[in-house]
């Protein structure tokens, strides 16, 4: 099977945005709340905290997936990459795993930073934004946790 630079990076980004797209809310907030358990963050409220966490926009998701093939093509001779696109399950699971592990990348977690502060700037219009949320939560999650009978919040808040 021969497959040009086009038909590599539809199928790169087809495989990508099916796993991203098939994330219901559901399993986002399961998600959302595991890791806060996990980390810390949200003390004894982690799923209140997560209902707090809006989803990212489709845009930023094409955008980070276009950025994660163009390196991709960028780094690994297009051979390899080929052998991953034949459709099988493993090779679509390793694809969504180096894309996970490219969003993990220091490079790409100051860009989804800049990307996110963007949007919430194109929101509202206001440079800002990021700090309001952050307020936002923390009062939300000092409200959960007076609710909770907690007179302080555990974890990294």
Sequence with gaps: MSMNRKQIRAHIFA????????Q??????EALNEFLAVTGTAGNAAEQ?????????HELYEKWITMFIDRLLETVDVKNIEL???GSDDN???LVLA????????RMEKQIDEDLREHGMKA??????????????????????QQAGDDEIKGNC
């Design 92 to 94: 679509n699971g390793a």
């Design 49 to 57: 905290v997560a209902s707090l966490i809006p989803p990212i926009m």
């Design 24 to 29: 219901d809310e559901s399993r986002r907030l």
């Design 124 to 145: 509202t219009g206001r440079d800002d934004l990021g700090d309001v949320a952050a307020n936002y939560i923390r009062a939300q999650m000092a409200k959960i946790a």
């Design 15 to 22: 495989t990508i945005i099916t796993k991203v797209e098939e």
């Design 84 to 86: 991953l696109c034949d």
């Design 99 to 106: 894309y996970v592990m490219f969003l993990e990348s220091a």
